[in-house]
């Protein structure tokens, strides 16, 4: 049964889908997105319960993603991406939660995770200094997440390497305007931000390892839930890969409406071509079948949490390949379908144009790069432990 934040944002599907052109013009979520989003609660639905949200099982969140992305891909990549934050902070400080959600749970927030700065340890945290790119829905955002490397005297990253989530107040980065010029997903404003010293205190920060983890930092937050005893590599891909997902979705039925009544200009109705009903079967059955591995993969995952089992680097391994083929299996289909529309699909009052450059630019996120993923999983699969760069990303 369809958790009550699935089945608002599919009451409010028309209007979402009523907002995308504007979205895409402005280069960031229009008002009317944001109020459709607040007014679902999707991006409550992984927000601790003390704090206002659901702390649903992420199989919902997956779905709820996809349904946003169905109407407007860009708004979908926001509340896949931005949906997860709420997680993460169920993980922080409790200082810091009420910090951010005291006033109003409805509060964003930022990221990217990218190691993109240095933070330098100081008397009672850290000073943080780097530049950001991809900082999705951050006009909305009054917070922000931000992936940095604990540097030393120099300036320079300590060795070995240490990776720490840090997050700010609005007040404290600047967001570099007109820095998201792009063919897809263009509404997403993922624009670039700059921190310049900023003193980051220590309760405002996490360790990057022991959130890749998972059960660690759901033990030291007091977290019982089952959902946040996941690991991060597991719950930060699932948003971004359902808003592709839900984008295929999207263009498959925006497809299936165009080519209904079309009739090409030799006067020939493709309803009758049994090629191009061919390639419809076949783009729906491999979109469907991303969509069931994709949820199925996170409902292992948690079903195993639930019972009490360790999740090793095997089984994070597994879902991490299984994502990354959904997407691209996904947009693989698309491509079939968009290349028997015809020409007048690239118009851009067509909407299957849109969804075929934000399913693009979707699967160019370094989460959904197969090699190295694909590389780790067939290794574990042989019994053999994948060491450096190919743990990356699991």
């Given amino acids: 049964m369809a958790h009550e934040v699935v089945r608002r944002v599919e009451e409010v599907s028309t209007l979402l889908a009523a907002t995308a052109e504007e979205t895409e013009g402005l280069g960031r979520?229009?008002?009317?997105?944001?109020?459709?989003?607040?007014?679902?609660?999707?991006?409550r639905l992984l927000q601790p319960t003390d704090f206002g949200g659901y702390a649903a099982h992420p199989?919902?969140?997956?779905?709820?993603?996809?349904?946003?992305?169905?109407?407007c891909g860009s708004t979908g990549w926001v509340c896949g991406v931005g949906g997860v934050h709420p997680w993460e902070m169920a993980l922080m400080d409790r200082r810091l939660q009420t910090e951010v959600w005291g006033s109003d749970p409805d509060t964003w927030i930022a990221s990217?995770?990218?190691?993109?700065?240095i933070a330098t340890p100081v008397d009672g945290g850290y000073t943080l200094k780097g530049r950001w790119n991809f900082s999705s829905g951050t006009d909305h955002c009054d917070w922000i997440f931000l992936g940095a490397l604990v540097g030393g005297p120099d300036g320079r990253p300590q060795q070995p390497v240490?990776?720490?989530?840090v997050v700010l107040p609005r007040s404290d980065y600047t967001i570099v305007p007109d820095s998201w010029d792009v063919i897809g997903l263009s509404g997403t404003g993922s624009k670039d931000v700059v921190v310049d010293g900023a003193f980051v205190p220590a309760y405002r920060t996490i360790d990057g390892a022991e959130v890749a983890e998972g059960e660690k930092a759901a033990e030291r937050a007091g977290r019982s839930d089952t959902v946040y005893r996941l690991p991060f590599w597991a719950m930060f891909p699932l948003g971004i890969t359902a808003a592709v997902v839900g984008i295929a979705e999207g263009a498959?039925?925006?497809?299936?409406?165009?080519?209904?009544?079309?009739?090409?200009?030799?006067?020939?109705?493709i309803k009758d071509d049994p090629y191009v009903m061919s390639a419809i079967s076949e783009a729906a059955a491999e979109i469907g079948a991303s969509r069931i591995q994709l949820l199925d993969g996170?409902?292992?995952?948690?079903?195993?949490?639930?019972?009490?089992?360790?999740?090793?680097?095997?089984?994070r391994a597994v879902i991490r390949r299984n994502q990354t083929r959904c997407a691209w299996r996904a947009v693989a289909a698309v491509d079939e379908i968009f290349a028997r529309s015809g020409g007048n699909a690239v118009r851009r009052h067509n909407v299957m144009q849109r969804f075929w450059r934000d399913a693009h630019v979707g699967l160019q996120?370094?989460?959904?790069?197969?090699?190295?993923?694909?590389?780790?999983?067939?290794?574990?699969s042989m019994g053999i432990e994948p060491e450096g760069p190919l743990r990356a990303l699991i």
């Fill in 252 to 269: 498959l039925a925006a497809h299936l409406d165009y080519q209904r009544e079309r009739v090409t200009a030799m006067g020939a109705r």
């Fill in 59 to 71: 199989r919902d969140f997956a779905e709820a993603v996809m349904a946003v992305a169905r109407h």
């Fill in 298 to 315: 996170i409902s292992r995952l948690y079903d195993k949490a639930d019972a009490g089992g360790p999740i090793t680097f095997d089984d």
């Fill in 29 to 43: 979520l229009s008002d009317e997105s944001v109020k459709l989003i607040r007014q679902a609660g999707v991006m």
């Fill in 365 to 380: 996120h370094a989460i959904h790069t197969p090699g190295s993923i694909y590389h780790a999983s067939a290794l574990t």
């Fill in 162 to 165: 240490r990776g720490l989530h």
């Fill in 112 to 117: 990217p995770y990218a190691p993109q700065g």
